[in-house]
């Protein structure tokens, strides 16, 4: 099994559609998770870290659930500008004889068109 | 705010040539990481530093990359000699000390290996 995995799409939605993706994660000793965005041969910048709680920003909701090891982003009303290819990342906790060390992991990525 | 600066933006030389990528972090962040982006690969983490010091090198493919961080406001990557399958989008990132601190990348460099 892959640490972090994501479906890779392309998902296609119209305009003002409600849209959600997965990420799947290995490591049950992950602490912290975020998603990032990225545009077409552009750098990857973050959207919105995850918190235990879940958490809002605007029309985007993100919520971790541990027991399952998965995070979600939700995107309501899209936008076209919303068209990208959305990045999970988990935190990981490597575990070794030389001490813990912690260690970021990247999916490959969803890729998300909005179409008029 | 200057973010991180990465130069040069598009590199395109001839297999076996040496290529210096050059990364300078965000003011004040303690860590910095080298990416590299491929469609197969995605992002790949290939080194990364705290304080100047590299901490894991575990990503770096072979003997063929180096990377060093002389100061805190400068870090290279160099391949040595080049060959074809480095073509990729290589990112530099730094970001503040804290375990949930975010990364932030700058804008790449495009390497094309002929």
């Known amino acids: 099994r892959k640490e972090v995995e994501q479906d890779p799409g392309p998902f296609n939605v119209p305009e003002g559609a409600t849209v959600a993706f997965n990420c799947t994660y290995s490591n049950s000793a992950s602490q912290s998770f975020f998603w990032y965005r990225q545009d077409c041969r552009k750098e990857p910048k973050l959207l919105m870290s995850?918190?235990?709680?879940?958490n809002e920003d605007g029309r985007f909701t993100a919520q971790l659930n541990r027991a399952s090891q998965y995070i979600s982003l939700l995107i309501r009303d899209s936008k076209l500008s919303d068209s990208a290819t959305y990045l999970c990342?988990?935190?990981?906790?490597?575990?070794?004889?030389?001490?813990?060390?912690?260690?970021?992991?990247w999916g490959l990525g969803t890729s998300l068109a909005v179409n008029p | 705010d200057a973010g991180v600066i990465q130069s040069p933006r598009h590199e395109v030389t001839e297999m076996g040539q040496e290529v210096t990528l050059r990364c300078k972090p965000i003011?004040?962040?303690?860590?910095l990481f080298w990416y590299r982006q491929t469609m197969m690969r995605g992002l790949e983490l290939l080194i990364y530093f705290n304080n100047n010091v590299p901490i894991d090198d575990s990503g770096m493919p072979e003997d063929r990359f180096s990377a060093k961080m002389p100061n805190a406001s400068f870090s290279t990557l160099k391949i040595q000699p080049s060959e074809p399958r480095d073509s990729a989008v290589y990112f530099c990132?730094?970001?503040?000390?804290?375990?949930?601190?975010?990364?932030?990348f700058g804008d790449g460099t495009r390497l094309s290996i002929l």
């Open positions: 990342v988990v935190n990981y906790l490597i575990l070794s004889n030389a001490g813990n060390n912690r260690k970021l992991i």
């Open positions: 003011s004040g962040h303690d860590y």
């Open positions: 995850v918190y235990s709680s879940g």
């Open positions: 990132a730094s970001r503040a000390g804290g375990r949930d601190q975010p990364q932030h």
